[in-house]
């Protein structure tokens, strides 16, 4: 499966560099992600997570409504393609402790996959394993 098939149906959330991280943050919830992407003028140039929050500006002791996000996000995030295959997602997030990862063609956002969608796609395709196994079991005719 490829990262595009996973994301089709993806409404991105991003935010602008100079949105203040109490905004960012309101969205975040409203929206019940953990990452956002940080563009600039279009172009991703950062992305900005829930441990950035807590790490950044939080215990950095910064005002939420009074600093920009694109001081305070991660610069110049990894990013997978399109058409990667999810197993170099899975390996990078593995990998690096990442649970968002921005998709991009060139540095053009394209969505976000998170280790929740891959989770709930791995999830669903279990489901349909087992319903096609019962479907067969159902309709195979009794040995006897």
Partial sequence: MLICDLIRNQATISAEAHQTVLE?????????????????EGQLIGIFSERDLM????V?????ARTPVSQVMTEDPLTVAPND????????????????????????????VSLRDILLHDLDEKDDEVRMMRAYLHSSPDAG
Avoid at 55 to 58: E, K, L
Avoid at 60 to 64: L, Y
């Fill in 55 to 58: 790490t950044r500006v939080v």
């Fill in 24 to 40: 960012v943050a309101s969205m975040m919830v409203e929206h019940n992600i953990g990452a956002v992407p940080v563009l600039q």
């Fill in 85 to 112: 295959p999810l197993e170099t997602c899975m390996t990078l997030m593995k990998r690096h402790g990442f649970r968002h990862l921005p998709v991009c063609a060139g540095r053009e956002l394209k969505g976000v």
């Fill in 60 to 64: 950095g002791g910064k005002d939420p």
